[in-house]
């Protein structure tokens, strides 16, 4: 047994590694997606798939990545090997999400081969070679070929239509070559896929070096009582909240018109049913969703209702079960198109389990913006207004639910791409008001100085993100060119001079507003 001091020892030395290997990404990386935006994700797994920790990095990567794992469990693992998918139907999210998956062995660490043994209770060097777990990383890149520039395009209608399908395989030199000429900007998608293997190959190091220390079955104790520790935690929060039934809906704003997305949520004692039946079922346009993005939602929904300072593992989603019918919005069949569903479908998910227990939503959306052609690719998501809390304002301009990236410098993108930003403000009194306030949106105005074309994926430009308690709505986002409004879904061309100026939306108020406030 591992006592609760230890416990917390060996917990932090795993999220250590996770951390170390998204730093190694971060600064290895060669796009302003990766190494500006921080787009991307890192986690451990056990030699059965189960996600033991993960780095705080973007909530849609991390709850979907044990499915990318699970897909290559039956493969042939050897040392040095590395695997690559982004198919959504086979663990992917969407396209430009590459993940890149290390096996990892026992055995000394290369810098370390030299010394004898370890401290008392290390590894056997009879454990050498034994697979011991996976290290993981995800990262979006700028571009995965297709017809549209960033491969985000607001009008797919099937997978095909958003860009290279890498179905699981071994990554190699050969790989990484064959890959990045499919895609825009090889030479930049060769070094972002380089930057993946060398996180991987850090995390693997680590995860040795604490094999060595700690010993072989230590660490494989330690990834079991992490896993059973975040579930305890889990199930005693559930227990926390009142037993009943609970439901709320929202809508996505397809180009065809509003989707529906019907929630039963439903507590008892420790555990928790989150039941998506009567859902729109999936449609020709791009907010589809793997299943594994629909149980990502689900999960940051649920972490951000019981305690967030639980491990981040899967044990913490043990006591969670997710319905979503096949052949629905949130359990779409091949080939669907899903690149709008893993970034705006996902985040009204988070949106309706949250409004399920009484929270303002927050701006729900990512904003998501791409300009390019084939030369250059930049892709964003902006931030925007949170939703308030019982006791306390929503903060304004932040990434929420499941984006949690960074904005891309003014300075680093005028470098980088032939944009000018015009405007970047606060748009002031944008959160609905309430006795606690939601946060503002933003403004976010580019000037082109090419021939750029652009891709808007975004929502909440019909719909307001609605308050709580008496609180009220924020103010819907817009989507300008030139002064003249753009659709929620909008695709076209920048000629050098105008301008696209987006307004985020603000986050719903909580409680009734104060007339004398």
Known sequence: MIDSVELQVLAGALRAICEEMGAVLIRSAHSANIKERRDASTALFDVSGEMVMQAEHIPVHLGAM????????????????????????????????????TPVFAGRPAARAGRRGGRAGGADDRDSGQLIGFAANRAHHADVGGPTPGSMPADSRTLADEGVVIEPRVLDQDAISEL??????PDQRRADLRAQLAAGRAGARRLQELHERVGHDRLQDAFTEVLDYAERRTRACLRELEDGRRTARDVLEAREGDL????????????????????????????????AVTHSACYFAIRVLTDPDIPPSAGAYRPIEVIAPEGSLLNARFPA???????????????????????????????????????????????????????????????VAMSNTLNTPVEALELEFPLRMVQ???????????????????????EALAPLDYSLITERRRHPPPGAAGGLPGAPGRNLLDGEELPAKATGRLRPGQRLRIETPGGGGHGRPDPER
């Open 337 to 399: 198109a899903v690149v709008g569903g893993n970034v705006e479908t996902s985040s009204r998910v988070a949106d309706v389990v949250l409004r399920a227990f009484g929270r303002a939503a927050g701006q729900g959306t990512m904003n998501n913006v791409v300009l390019g052609n084939e030369n250059v690719v930049y892709y964003e998501t902006i931030g925007g207004g949170q939703g308030a809390c019982p006791d306390a304002d929503g903060p304004s301009a932040v990434h």
């Open 260 to 291: 529906e997305i019907v929630l039963a949520a439903t507590v008892t004692g420790e555990r928790v049913t989150l039941d998506f039946t009567g859902t729109a079922a999936q449609h020709e346009g791009n907010l589809n969703c793997p299943l």
């Open 424 to 446: 970047y403000s606060l748009r002031r009194g944008s959160g609905g008001d309430g006795a606690h306030n939601g946060g503002d949106g933003v403004i976010r105005e580019l």
């Open 66 to 101: 044990p499915a990318a794992v699970a897909t290559i469990l039956g493969e042939q693992q050897a040392p040095g090997r590395a695997w690559i998918l982004n198919d959504p139907y086979r663990g992917g999210t969407h396209l430009p999400d590459i993940t890149v998956i």
């Open 180 to 185: 990045s000429r499919q895609m825009r900007q």
